[in-house]
């Protein structure tokens, strides 16, 4: 019996649901050849996947599920990856935490710092594949203000605030430790 659950979802709203999740630019690349369609698909300026049909709609779906299935295969080696490198190094205290905002942010309350002061460096690019530059700086008790660092550019304001807390993480732990 077919159900809403049970009914699979159509291949570009899967891919764009995706991408809306984990804060990354899709764009799709059409192109004609006579009577031949192609269409390409890039996330964060990669081509991840591409098909071809006489119907470009068709062509779009068949590019987005061929997309879905490379990021599979991707995610599934990362993982194993992930799982080999905890293997040698034994467990880990942190886990596999990445450096982020919100570690930097904690740094600051337990040490009575205020909050982390970000600001746009830049902004720019078409709509579909804008860039993002953010810096960040603290002021930290002992020291004053820290360098200001400058992250790199980013698809989101998000990943560029994390790319700029990331170097100051970095310079912080040279200076405490």
Known sequence: MVTPETLPMHPVRELQERCQQQDEGLEYKATRNGNLATVQVFIDGVEIGVA???????????AARNALAAL????????????EKENEEG???NGSQTFTRQTL??????RNWPMPLY???????????????FAVRVNTSDKGWTDECVGEPMPSVKKAKDSAAVLL???LNRWYA
């Open 52 to 62: 071809q049909n006489p119907q470009k709609k068709m062509a779009q779906k068949l």
């Open 72 to 83: 599979k295969v991707v995610e599934t080696e990362a993982k194993e990856k992930e799982k």
């Open 91 to 93: 467990p880990k205290k």
């Open 105 to 110: 942010n904690d740094i600051c309350l337990r």
């Open 119 to 133: 600001r746009c460096v830049s902004e720019g690019g078409p709509a579909h594949a804008k860039r993002f530059i």
């Open 169 to 171: 993480l970095e310079l």
